[in-house]
């Protein structure tokens, strides 16, 4: 005989106590749990990126832990602090999933050994050469150049001719005609702002690293709920119900 999901006329918002949604997402109630989810989301994806250094593996490794939370939420002590325990049990997925994953690797002497063309290739092929880093080193070119384009007049010439074309501080200073002391002084002042510039376009787009939008957080909410539901009416039924002896 089937049991219905236990529910709460509970109207959930992003103001709704947090100790209300535990105590409704405990007894199985899935919009409670929603909202824990959504609040939680990017710092927990985060916390797997940052392990698994992989879109879709943290995706995954997450849902997996939040099945883990949702089953373990009965036992959850309302003084600890939720996001901390959340974070705990994805680090320890995500952690669990790179053991295995490591356990997998081929033995390097195998791989040196292989007769594989292919295998061969990858062993002697320069990452900086790679597609990948290639681009990646375009991009950042293209940014460096914006910010030295950025530089006073005072300045851009002597880091260009220090920093990029290499020149020493006595060619530098014969080519501009000024004292070594003033292109020391200049080339300085000129790293400074560099420096200062590109981490003020860090710190702004600190935030948007691993982006974490609006269809990731849905994709992983919706996932989560439709095995949650399943594990969850497993759990409310007696072990008669569920086969177990």
């Given amino acids: ?3 219905t999901q236990l529910r709460t006329p509970l109207i959930y918002l992003e103001a709704t106590p947090e100790k209300e949604l535990i105590a409704s997402a405990a007894l199985g109630n899935d919009e409670a749990f929603e909202i824990i989810m959504r609040r939680h989301n990017r710092l927990l994806f985060r916390t797997a990126r940052s392990i698994l250094n992989s879109d879709t593996e943290a995706e995954d490794a997450l849902q997996e832990a939040y099945l883990r939370a949702w ?6 002590r309302l003084e600890a602090k939720l996001s901390t325990w959340l974070v705990q049990i994805v680090v320890n997925e995500a952690l669990g999933r790179l053991r295995r994953k490591s356990a997998q690797i081929i033995p390097l002497d195998t791989t040196i050994n292989s007769p594989d063309p292919e295998v061969q290739a990858s062993l002697t092929d320069k990452s900086d050469q790679q597609p ?11 940014i460096i150049e914006a910010h030295i384009e950025q530089l006073p007049d005072l300045y851009r010439t002597v880091f260009v001719l220090r920093a990029v074309e290499e ?13 070594e002391a003033t292109v020391r002084t200049r080339y300085h002042r000129a790293r400074s702002l560099l420096r200062a510039s590109l981490a003020n376009d860090i710190d702004l787009t600190l935030d948007d690293a691993f982006s974490f939008d609006g269809a ?6 919706n996932a989560v709920l439709a095995r949650g539901k399943s594990l969850h009416f497993l759990r409310q039924r ?3 119900e569920q086969g177990l002896t």
């Fill in 71 to 76: 089953q373990a939420l009965p036992n959850f």
């Fill in 167 to 179: 020149l020493t501080t006595q060619e530098v200073a014969l080519a501009l005609k000024m004292p």
């Fill in 1 to 3: 005989m089937q049991t």
């Fill in 238 to 240: 007696g072990p008669n």
């Fill in 132 to 142: 990948e880093r290639f681009a990646m080193r375009a991009q950042l070119r293209k």
């Fill in 216 to 221: 990731r957080c849905d994709r992983i909410v």
